[in-house]
């Protein structure tokens, strides 16, 4: 029996023991109360249903991830006793080799056999991959069967099972909070243990204030004293995430909250709002095109026109003005949500005492509002220094410690992409000061969004 139709029969076993067990707590609910014992319900019907459903899936769903993990052994155990199995070479790896690739033709990950050795088990494993299946759905549905028997036996009035399903509930999201902050501890503890190997190879001086960034003459015997300075990469990133990107977002969606929050009617806002937060769903990848293609060329030959030289069709300006479009929905729904918080008595009393329009906006509502504003820009911000596909596109991969936003540069998150494609190796600086780049831009974007979220719950206390 497959993966999917055993779950589905789990799944359609879960919907039938609902039913029942509410059925059946409804119907002795019923009979208390026209006996007169209305103190002895406890749990509404609908929990005795996820009680006995969740007795029903549960331990089902846990043999069915341990057979899972403890199944395939079994399967190669089988095979290698098949006869079939006995001309098999001794060498560990190439016998691996063969079972690897009898067992992708027997489930259908591999449409022909290279080795003839392994064709002929390939049908020894269909047969064991069949049995075992069999064998695994056979003992879930027994433990279905039986979790559900054992839930439904307690279904009566007076049973708890509201606090029962609760304190699974509970459990289930304690679950998931340790899964996020070990993860979080996870990629930090990896970031620290690379960083601190790459930090070995090269003084953590020369990274953080050398001005000179070409891993791969390190990687060719040149030394590691004058090949990981990595200030170009800080700037680069500063320059099109923090200052480029910036100019454009913090005008744009400030004036596009202020338009929508106070100037545009009811039917142009339902309409303008949504349009706008488009373009944060709008992929990285067609921004990055959308740069390369149009706004790169665009602003070569415009340099060129006007007499610059050295233009190049790769970018910081490109870069950072398709960038800050794109973050234009960070700014604009943060100012929108935190004007349109301010308190209409302090719009209504800035216009009874005579200001206009634009006057309340500039003298009333924005520094009323400015904290919000503040926290929209930084999250913004922490969005822009960790784009990677716009800068490759158009930005180019060039290391330059330049004010000039015609130039090519690059930002930490594309060498980071860079250091680690293809086939490395790890214990080079050249591969490891990725991970040393990737602790300076976590710790970055980490202080970003604190400082954020600060601001955003100074003002959430002040107008909530």
Do not use: C
């Not at 007169?36 to 009680?51: E, F, I, Q, T």
């Not at 690059?410 to 050249?430: C, M, R």
């Amino acid at each position: 029996m497959t993966g999917p139709a055993i779950f589905l029969l789990l799944a359609g076993l879960g919907a039938i023991a609902w039913v029942s067990a509410r059925a059946r707590a409804l119907r002795l609910q019923t009979v208390a109360r026209t006996s007169g014992r209305r103190d002895a319900v406890h749990s509404l019907p609908g929990y005795h249903g996820w009680y006995v459903a969740l007795w029903t899936l549960i331990p089902a769903a846990i043999f069915l991830a341990i057979w899972a993990n403890v199944s395939p052994g079994l399967i190669t155990q089988t095979v290698l006793s098949d006869p079939a199995a006995q001309s098999l070479p001794a060498d560990a790896f190439s016998r691996s080799a063969i079972l690897g690739e009898a067992r992708n033709i027997a489930s259908g990950a591999q449409a022909a056999a290279f080795n003839p050795a392994a064709q002929a088990l390939v049908e020894p494993y269909r047969s064991a991959i069949s049995e075992y299946g069999v064998i695994g759905a056979v003992l879930a549905l027994v433990l279905a069967f039986a979790g559900g028997a054992y839930a439904f036996t307690r279904v009566r009035p007076d049973f708890r099972a509201r606090t029962r399903v609760e304190r699974l509930v509970m459990a289930s999201l304690l679950i998931a909070s340790l899964l996020a902050i070990v993860t979080t501890l996870g990629i930090v503890v990896s970031l620290l243990w690379e960083s601190i190997r790459f930090f070995s190879m090269v003084n953590p001086v020369d990274f953080l204030f050398g001005t000179k960034w070409s891993p791969q003459s390190a990687a060719m015997g040149y030394g590691n004293k004058d090949a990981f300075g990595a200030v170009p990469l800080f700037w680069g990133t500063i320059f099109i995430g923090a200052i480029i990107a910036m100019v454009v977002a913090i005008p744009l969606g400030l004036m596009s909250a202020i338009y929508l929050t106070q100037y545009a009617r009811p039917q142009v806002r339902k309409w303008m709002k949504p349009i706008l937060e488009v373009l944060a769903g709008v992929p990285t990848v067609v921004y990055g095109y959308f740069a390369a293609l149009t706004i790169a060329p665009a602003l070569r030959d415009f340099a060129v026109s006007v007499g610059i030289h050295g233009a190049s069709s790769e970018s910081a300006l490109a870069a950072g003005l398709v960038m800050g479009v794109m973050i234009i929905p960070f700014v604009s729904s943060m100012a929108d949500d935190s004007i349109a918080a301010v308190p209409q008595s302090m719009r209504d009393g800035s216009l009874a005492m005579g200001a206009t329009t634009s006057e309340t906006i500039r003298k009333v509502l924005i520094p009323a509002a400015l904290p919000g504003v503040v926290g929209g820009v930084l999250l913004a911000v922490s969005r822009a220094i960790g784009e990677t596909m716009i800068v490759v596109m158009a930005a180019g991969l060039a290391a330059n410690l330049t004010l000039n936003p015609f130039s090519s540069v690059t930002t930490v998150t594309t060498q980071i992409v860079q250091l680690l494609t293809g086939d490395q190796e790890f214990d080079s600086a050249k591969t490891l000061a990725a991970f040393a780049l990737g602790l300076v831009l976590f710790i970055v974007t980490l202080l970003l969004n604190i400082v954020a979220l600060r601001v955003v719950k100074k003002y959430r206390e002040a107008y909530e």
